[in-house]
């Protein structure tokens, strides 16, 4: 039995942060060996929203090396970047002229990022979700690990292979593999220290709303110091009142791998003050090893570029073939 195809990717649009790690990356790395896995850097979903050109080719290196930081293995994975698989951009295009305006106006994650941006909308954002189609379908993916936040856009994904495969193929012939979402039980979502009913991103202006994976044990310690806590003694999971509690005490569950019954028994009737220098202590050490290898990774010459050679090569070589099956049945004339 050949392995089930995995396919996903991180927006170079920040540091890597906890969520990034706990809700995506760390999962990735538990069942690698199971799946054959085609993990991309997403840069050109990086520029839907204002970016700054002197840090998006920085920004892209730093998040593969992170990935191979993380534990990504190249014997399992394929780590590639996505611009540099230029059958990404051009199956985008040929879905957009089949895809309904309406399907993109409805999507959730538009609707928000949009209202951020006032008047300053680009088109590329409206158009992420097809994008995200194109970055699935061209790899015959049956498998995409998603989030909560990512449901409404691979059921997208879903509909535009269906009505490509029903405009323009056969029952029997499908162009595009229908993917179907990997969901993990424990999907950890992470929320902001600064804020425990918004989620940590890359993209919120406070720095000190997120634990980055490259930071320091100073800047660890300053930013749990001063996250946002209530004044009640007594930690607990669960209480729809206490959302930075919550958080708080799963991050700390986590990170030390530690079970929620240890956590709540260990936590039940300490203060703020005591818990604070427990989270630290057991971000620090989690972190530490993705850093001695982050720092491995960035010192060996030449060997992050070769990783992404490799990877953009046997990336291309599928996404090649399946553009040429989409373009040839549209109906476009061969290249000469
Ligand atoms: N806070 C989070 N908790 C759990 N999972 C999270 N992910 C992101 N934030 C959290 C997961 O990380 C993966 C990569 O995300 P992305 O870079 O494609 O964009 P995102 O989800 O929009 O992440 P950010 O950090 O919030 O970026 P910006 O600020 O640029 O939008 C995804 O699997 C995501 O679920």
């Known amino acids: 039995m050949p392995k089930q ?57 730093k998040i593969a090396a992170l990935y191979l930081a993380c534990g990504i293995d190249p014997a399992d994975s394929k780590i590639f970047i996505q611009s540099h698989v230029p059958a990404h951009t051009e199956l985008t295009w040929l879905f957009n002229c089949i895809t309904p305006l309406n399907w993109l106006e409805g999507m959730i994650q538009f609707k928000e990022k949009a209202l951020k941006q006032g008047e300053n909308v680009g088109v590329g954002l409206l158009d992420y979700p097809v994008l995200m189609a194109a970055d699935i379908l061209l790899y015959q993916a049956d498998l995409v690990p998603v989030g ?85 003694r007594g930690l607990t999971f669960d209480d729809p009142d206490r959302p930075e509690c919550n958080n708080l005490l799963t991050l700390y569950m986590v990170l030390s791998g530690q079970s929620k019954a240890a956590v709540a028994a260990e936590c039940e009737s300490i203060g703020w003050g005591q818990f604070k220098p427990l989270l630290t202590e057991a971000a620090i050490a989690a972190l530490e090893p993705i850093q001695a290898r982050y720092q491995q990774v960035m010192a060996e010459p030449g060997y992050l570029e070769s990783i992404l050679r490799q990877g953009r090569e046997q990336a291309a070589a599928i996404a090649n073939q399946t553009l040429a099956d989409v373009r040839s049945a549209m109906g476009f004339a061969s290249p000469l």
């Open 148 to 232: 909560e936040d990512q449901k409404q856009h691979l059921e997208l994904t879903r509909d535009i292979a269906i009505r490509l495969n029903f405009q323009f193929g056969s029952e029997e012939k499908p162009i595009l593999k229908l993917p179907q979402p990997l969901i993990r039980a424990e999907g950890a979502r992470v929320m902001s220290l600064t804020d425990g009913t918004r989620k940590m991103s890359k993209s919120d202006p406070s720095e000190l709303s997120r634990i980055h994976l490259l930071d320091s044990p100073e800047e660890i310690q300053k930013k749990i110091k001063r996250c946002k806590t209530d004044p009640i």
């Open 5 to 61: 195809r995995v396919l996903s990717g991180v927006q170079p649009t920040g540091n890597l942060h906890l969520g990034n790690y706990l809700g995506a990356i760390r999962n990735w790395v538990e069942s690698q060996s199971q799946y054959e896995n085609y993990f991309c850097v997403v840069d050109l979903h990086a520029i839907t929203v204002p970016h700054d050109p002197k840090i998006l080719a920085d920004n892209t290196y």
